[in-house]
């Protein structure tokens, strides 16, 4: 299979309405052909709405969603030519694993050996090879998603949609089945829209993520941009840890935190308020007397609250009487997490690339 | 005592805690089941009269049904009307459920409430609003009527059926099937029904009882040669006490508890 096939979807203007509720407010967004794209938002967001919208099976109130060059709108959903994948898999339980994945192709009139060909074709690709003549209550939970997938697939469709088709796995098998979809994807080339509420997920396995919340677009990115450069609060809280500090400006339009000048110049001079994201794995221990410098800030709190987690080490370090920050440490011999002690008081660095700062809520 | 001293559920009561619980229970079942139990024995005697117990054994009064044309015509009509009523109401009441169920519709609820009214006005209504309503359309005395009055009976009992049962099927395998090429009709037959299909005969078993067993409708708007069975038996009864009735009646406690006893086989076979 290549990616001759796949589509751009071009939606313009995506409005739907449920009651009063803006489920989908005039939502525009380009997705390109064979590219991975995540919807990413909490619950109530409207990724579901505008997934099904793309799958046909709600009709939005305004707006257009074009396949290539075709407005597909007011096509019915099985004339889109769409694979599906369904968060509780939705396979047929009264048809064999082969005869799941066999169904569309059996719909597209292909005679029962081109079926069997391609049915066997796509159980490889998801690992499932001679499984397929079980019953679908004889699989793991790991085996359904696979055949989910596979019959999504099998009739190569131009266009791949997944509604959190992982989020009933369990972590392990979860992470090992983000890099296997990964894979199967590059190796299809087709189109693929992912809905999911999990950010490591989304930042995993997408080319680009469009973070969506109340109906709106927040900001469609790749996962470095999306995490590195998120452009407001919510993106920022969204995605990643991060702690929130309040900046004060100068009247020369210094941005600083206390008596530490984080930034010479507001990044946008008509937005009078802006906040330091501060991610805590970005965060490192200093030793002794280190002052903020052209190269990084420097931050002095007491530690509050030291965990231990494996493969980091977490910790809450009070700089005032109300502003915490959060910290994350790797736990190796070099990272000095031995200075964490409950009540000690320690520095900690922040480079000056590692900035980030977005303007406070209310403002644009 | 090893059974009275262990527990009943997965809490601490025993049997024998239960034991007034059991007995209760017995007797509630004994005083529902033995006025219909007692036609038995009455039909086998040998007496001209509806006796209990019977004195002596016979199988005269089977013999007397199964010789009278005139209970063999009403058992055929009855048949019939059950038949036909299974055939009209199944895919009605399947056709609502689902559609009601689909749609989300905000009146959905209240539709379904309004179709499945047939089975909380008492019947007696029901069959003389029929009656003055057939006498105008001349359906009075004739199998249509009858299946058609039957029909409003039954279909709400599909209805829930089948509602029960797409309650516990999941909706998304339709919204698959239909992403991957099927046409909602398609994907309706190839995808949903399949897995409704046991409930689907039940509603239709159902339906058949309901039009079989049904008595007062059938009082006023069949007649002459399109009586129904138990209409028969009604007159019989009011006319003339004859153990033909107890035979008949056993008959169709025998017709009926094999159909009620598919149903459950069919619902158990389902899971």
Redesign the interface.
């Known amino acids: 299979m290549n990616n001759s096939t796949a589509l751009p979807i071009s939606i313009r203007g995506l409005t739907k309405k449920y009651g009063d509720l803006n489920a989908l407010n005039s939502v525009d967004l380009e997705i390109k052909s064979s590219e991975f794209l995540t919807l990413l938002g909490p619950s109530g967001s409207g990724k579901t709405t505008l997934l099904m919208a793309i ?3 709600n009709r939005p109130d305004a707006g257009s969603i074009k396949f290539g060059d075709a407005e597909m709108v007011l096509t ?3 004339k ?5 994948v ?1 968060q ?1 898999y ?5 048809m064999t694993v082969s005869e799941n994945i066999g ?2 192709l059996k ?2 009139g292909l005679a029962a050996k081109e079926v069997m060909g391609r049915v066997d074709e796509a159980l490889a690709t998801v690992q499932l090879s001679g499984l397929g003549d079980r019953a679908i209550d004889q699989l793991s939970g790991g085996q359904r998603q696979r055949v989910a997938l596979a ?2 697939f099998v ?1 190569r469709p131009r266009i791949l ?1 997944m509604d959190e088709p992982l989020s009933a796995l369990d972590k392990k098998l979860r992470e090992h089945m983000q890099i296997e979809l990964k894979q199967i994807h590059r190796q299809l080339g087709v189109t693929t829209v992912y809905v999911t509420h999990d950010q490591r997920e989304a930042l995993t396995m997408s080319d680009r993520i469009a973070v969506i919340n109340h109906g709106e677009l927040a900001q469609v990115d790749t996962p470095e941009a999306i995490y590195n450069r998120p452009k407001d609060q919510f993106v920022a809280d969204f995605i990643g840890e991060s702690t929130m500090l309040s900046l004060t400006r100068g009247g020369d339009g210094r941005l600083s935190f206390g008596s530490e000048i984080i930034s010479s110049s507001s990044p946008n001079p008509s937005v009078s308020k802006w906040s330091l994201v501060v991610r805590p794995e970005r965060l490192h221990l200093l030793e002794g007397d280190v002052n903020t410098s052209e190269k990084q800030v420097v931050f002095r709190g007491h530690v509050k609250e030291y965990v231990f987690q494996g493969e980091t080490a977490f910790a809450l370090i009070a700089l005032d009487d109300v502003t915490i920050l959060s910290v994350r440490f790797g736990t190796g011999a070099g990272s000095r997490i031995q200075l964490l002690e409950p009540g000690a008081l320690v520095s900690v660095g922040l480079m000056r690339e590692d900035i980030i700062l977005i303007p406070q809520e209310g403002q644009t | 005592m090893s059974w009275w001293t262990s527990p009943a559920t997965e809490t601490q009561i025993s049997h024998g805690d239960r034991f007034w619980l059991y007995v209760v229970a017995a007797i509630i079942m004994l005083l529902l089941i033995i006025p219909t139990l007692i036609v038995i024995p009455m039909s086998f005697s040998d007496s001209q009269y509806l006796e209990f117990p019977p004195e002596q054994w016979s199988l005269r009064w089977y013999g007397e049904y199964f010789d009278s044309t005139k209970w063999m015509r009403a058992t055929v009509t009855s048949l019939q009307v059950g038949f036909l009523t299974l055939l009209v109401a199944t895919p009605l009441g399947t056709m609502a459920a689902y559609a009601l169920f689909v749609s989300g519709h905000r009146f959905a609820k209240t539709i379904f409430m309004l179709l499945i009214t047939p089975m909380i006005v008492p019947v007696i209504l029901i069959a003389i609003g029929v009656f003055y309503a057939f006498g105008r359309m001349g359906l009075n005395n004739s199998i249509t009527g009858l299946v058609l009055a039957h029909t409003a009976m039954a279909t709400p009992l599909v209805m829930i059926v089948i509602t029960a049962a797409l309650r516990s099927y ?1 909706l ?2 339709e ?9 909602r009709i ?2 309706f037959f ?2 949903t029904l ?2 409704i299909k046991f409930s689907v005969v039940t509603a239709g078993l159902l339906s058949f009882l309901t039009s079989f067993d049904e008595v007062i409708i059938a009082i006023f708007v069949s007649g002459g040669n399109n009586a129904t069975l138990t209409k028969h038996m009604f007159a019989a009864l009011r006319d003339y006490i004859d153990p033909t009735i107890a035979a008949i009646s056993t008959i169709m406690v025998g017709v009926s508890t094999v159909l009620l006893l598919a149903t459950q086989f069919i619902d158990r076979r389902k899971k």
């Open positions: 799958a046909g099976f019915p959903p099985h889109r030519d769409v694979g599906m369904f509780s939705a396979l047929f339980p009264h169904f569309p719909l597209r019959r999504a009739f949609l | 999941d998304n395998q919204r698959v099937a239909r992403s991957l090429g099927a046409t398609k994907a190839t995808v399949p897995q």
